[in-house]
T-cell receptor
Framework: AQSVTQLDSQVPVFEEAPVELRCNYS??????LFWYVQYPNQGLQLLLK??????LVESINGFEAEFNKSQTSFHLRKPSVHISDTAEYFC??????????FGQGTRLTINP | EPEVTQTPSHQVTQMGQEVILRCVPI?????FYWYRQILGQKVEFLVS????????KSEIFDDQFSVERPDGSNFTLKIRSTKLEDSAMYFC??????????FGSGTRLTVV
């Protein structure tokens, strides 16, 4: 069975500082990996995804994530965060055309 | 950009009452899902639906729950006799081939 572990429930950082949100998964087969963002009182928005090909994937707002098969990780990074990045971030995994399994989420708080 | 539409955005119901949560998936998508998120917790899979039948369901999706695609556009989740612990945000999602998921903005269900 698949599972996703987000090691940090909360990550406070200062504005313009770099950030890394950690995600590890377990699965016995090839997987698709996703990061979703949830702004306060809103729904889930896809931030980026890894399906195949290049292991480094990027979003339009400066986030990137790298698929590391040997470490079964898909950590999310941003070199310089902004106040508007304050949100809950969820890592998720799926095995082909199946359900998404989500991690517990990481609350990213940006301090001025 | 195409959207998954959910109605209502917020529903309050009395314990024991039936509720129907409605979703309009993206028109050319073939896979449909319901997830829920209890306040402060992770997003949990409820059920997936493909080719007019349930393809997978979780332990949460017991006999109190049912899904329907009554016409070519709507996808509904019915809870027959609501319990206090059913209070959550319910998300509908759809995908083309099972990995390009798009989520709706959710329905917040409050059972009193």
């Amino acid at each position: 069975a698949q599972s996703v572990t987000q090691l940090d429930s909360q990550v406070p950082v200062f504005e313009e500082a770099p950030v890394e949100l950690r995600c590890n998964y377990s699965s016995s087969v090839s997987v698709y990996l996703f990061w979703y963002v949830q702004y306060p009182n809103q729904g889930l928005q896809l931030l980026l995804k890894y399906l195949s090909g290049s292991t480094l994937v990027e979003s339009i707002n400066g986030f990137e994530a790298e698929f590391n098969k040997s470490q079964t990780s898909f950590h999310l990074r941003k070199p310089s965060v902004h106040i508007s990045d304050t949100a809950e971030y969820f890592c998720a995994v799926s095995e082909g055309a199946q359900k998404l399994v989500f991690g517990q989420g990481t609350r990213l708080t940006i301090n001025p | 950009e195409p959207e998954v539409t959910q109605t209502p955005s917020h529903q309050v119901t009395q314990m024991g009452q039936e509720v129907i949560l409605r979703c309009v998936p993206i028109s050319n998508h073939l896979y449909f899902y319901w997830y829920r998120q209890i306040l402060g917790q992770k997003v949990e899979f409820l059920v997936s639906f493909y080719n007019n039948e349930i393809s997978e369901k979780s332990e949460i999706f017991d006999d109190q729950f049912s899904v329907e695609r009554p016409d070519g556009s709507n996808f509904t989740l019915k809870i027959r006799s609501t319990k206090l612990e059913d209070s959550a945000m319910y998300f509908c999602a759809s995908s083309v081939r099972g990995y390009g998921y798009t989520f709706g903005s959710g329905t917040r269900l409050t059972v009193v």
